[in-house]
Structure formats: structure tokens, C-alpha cells
């Protein structure tokens, strides 16, 4: 069974940084891709980041690049995402999904969430 757990959410200023791990297990590592997504109270869930476990390719969002980066770390099954220079419009709960295969697609497998509050 697929496991995701994801942590690390919490209340942050502007400008500030938080990283956030997503604890996955219950399925062979390379062959699946994790997608970070977030959704704010009233707005649609938007695809943050992706990244293929099996070479580490990485895709993200046009609004968080160059400050958002997701890495992963196959012996402890873990997927992080560092996000720096935080802003209230990144204020959401922020969630990890599995999709299995190459590339993110909309996510197989969910986890619980993690609020992220940005204050100014």
C-alpha cells in the first residue's frame, strides 16, 4: 500500500524559508514520480513542483521557480521541498502524491497535507 506522510508545514514571515518532507513507502522507488501541489482556501490545487525518482528530473511551477526546490533521498524515502523568499500568496495546504511511471500526472496516491502560513 502506498504511504505518504508528509511534515514540516508550520507559520513562517515573508521573506522566510521552510522545508517540508514527504515520507513515502509501499511502492519500488524508481518507478514513480512525486508531485508537490498546494490549494489555497478558495482557489483551485495547482501543481508546485515534480520530480522523477528514478534520475531526479525536476519540474516546477513558473511562480515558484528559483525559489522552491524539491530534491529526493532514495535510502531514506523521502521527498523534500525547500521553499525560500516565502510570500503570502504561497500560503496553502501543501500536499505530496505519488503517480506511478515517468512524470507527474495528476497523483495515484495522496497524502494527508501540511499547512503553510505565510504572514507579512
Known amino acids: 500500500e502506498v504511504q505518504l506522510v508528509e511534515s514540516g508545514g508550520g507559520l513562517v514571515q515573508v521573506g522566510g524559508s521552510l522545508e517540508l518532507s514527504c515520507a513515502a513507502s509501499g511502492f519500488p522507488w524508481d518507478d514513480y514520480t512525486i508531485g508537490w501541489f498546494r490549494q489555497a482556501p478558495g482557489r483551485e490545487r495547482e501543481e508546485v513542483s515534480c520530480i522523477s525518482l528514478s534520475d531526479e528530473n525536476t519540474s516546477y511551477l513558473d511562480s515558484v521557480k528559483g525559489r522552491f526546490f524539491t530534491s529526493s533521498d532514495h535510502a531514506k524515502r523521502t521527498v523534500y521541498l525547500q521553499m525560500i523568499s516565502l510570500k503570502p500568496e504561497d500560503t496553502a495546504v501543501y500536499y505530496c502524491?505519488?503517480?506511478?511511471?515517468?512524470?507527474?500526472?495528476?497523483?495515484?496516491?495522496w497524502g494527508q497535507g501540511t499547512q503553510v502560513t505565510v504572514s507579512s
Open positions: 502524491a505519488a503517480d506511478a511511471g515517468y512524470g507527474c500526472s495528476g497523483g495515484d496516491h
